[in-house]
């Protein structure tokens, strides 16, 4: 099937553009990104570099990060069984868990929940979510899933992306990514749906992720954490895709109570609170668990 395709960074894409982030900010960027990146590599797009000392120099506030990894993103289904073949069958997904009501699967080293709507947190709804895989597979993910689903691509400098509907509406975007594979190697992007892009920045900015991406109009933002994470308030971004309302997201970190006191004053609720676990609802009521890291 035919599919619709964009260069991001050849040619202009309606609602998006890139924060200049000049040379030594970029390399700081890339020092704090410990794990894969995604996106359109940060350029000058066309302005000058200012001079050292130059006051209209964009200032880069480091933050220490409390979250070290991304542990599990959860999403809601209607109908767990006809999910569960999507990803295991077309996406390749093992299965870690089986419950009544859950199916854990494994990308990579994270935890990819799918979940009835049968008690709280739910998981999220319309997610715009993307999965790594190695560059040299791209060509046969494009080839074997465009013979059954309509795909669309955007690039982004030299990586390509595709994009495709799962059978609850979440866009789930396949992304060359250097990671070892094979197959599904990790998810490095999560798409929130905001109500206010600058009290949700300010939120995760608290958690140590930082801002390397705008959009005009305020309409989006992209973080840089463990994985890249993205602000959205309502609209239709890349392939049609919507950021998840109600999402479940779990992160590793080395001290839950540290990133607890982080966003104390910021959060919406505390949910849950242990030595070795705590749940909250962020600003949107999107649900973050902190777990002490993996030995």
């Not at 109500?195 to 900015?205: L, N, Q, V, W």
Request: aromatic residues 8%; negative net charge; contains cysteine.
């Amino acid at each position: 099937m035919a599919p619709r395709s964009i260069n991001v960074g050849t040619h202009r894409v309606p609602g998006l553009r890139v924060v200049p982030v000049w040379t030594g900010q970029l390399q700081k960027l890339k020092e704090k990104a410990h794990d894969f990146t995604v996106g359109a590599e940060p350029s000058n797009c066309g302005h000058e570099p200012p001079a050292v000392g130059d006051a209209s120099m964009p200032l880069l506030h480091i933050r220490q990060s409390m979250v070290s990894a991304l542990s599990w993103l959860a999403l809601e289904t209607k109908y767990l069984e006809q999910a569960g073949a999507f990803y295991e069958e077309e996406l390749g997904l093992s299965v870690r868990e089986r419950r009544d009501t859950e199916l854990v699967l494994a990308a990579g080293e994270t935890d990819f929940v799918l979940r009835r709507p049968d008690a709280l947190p739910r998981g999220g709804l319309h997610t715009h979510f993307a999965f790594a895989i190695p560059d040299a597979e791209y060509g046969d993910w494009w080839d074997r899933l465009s013979e059954v689903h309509v795909l669309e691509e955007a690039q982004f400098g030299p990586a390509r992306s595709l994009y495709v509907y799962d059978p609850d509406g979440n866009c789930v975007e396949l992304g060359q990514q250097d990671v070892a594979g094979p197959g599904i190697d990790g998810i490095f992007e999560v798409v929130l749906e905001v109500e206010d892009i600058g009290r949700s920045r300010a939120f995760y900015e608290e958690l140590g992720f930082e801002a390397v991406d705008e959009g005009e109009d305020r309409k989006r933002v992209r973080l840089q954490g463990p994985m890249a994470l993205e602000l959205w308030e309502p609209h239709l971004g890349i392939a049609d895709a919507r950021g998840g309302v109600h999402v479940d997201l779990g992160f590793e970190t080395d001290q839950p109570a540290a990133a607890l006191e982080a966003i104390g004053d910021r959060i919406r609720s505390l949910e849950r609170e242990t030595t070795d676990e705590i749940v909250v609802r962020d600003p949107d009521g999107h649900f973050l668990t902190f777990v002490t890291s993996s030995p």
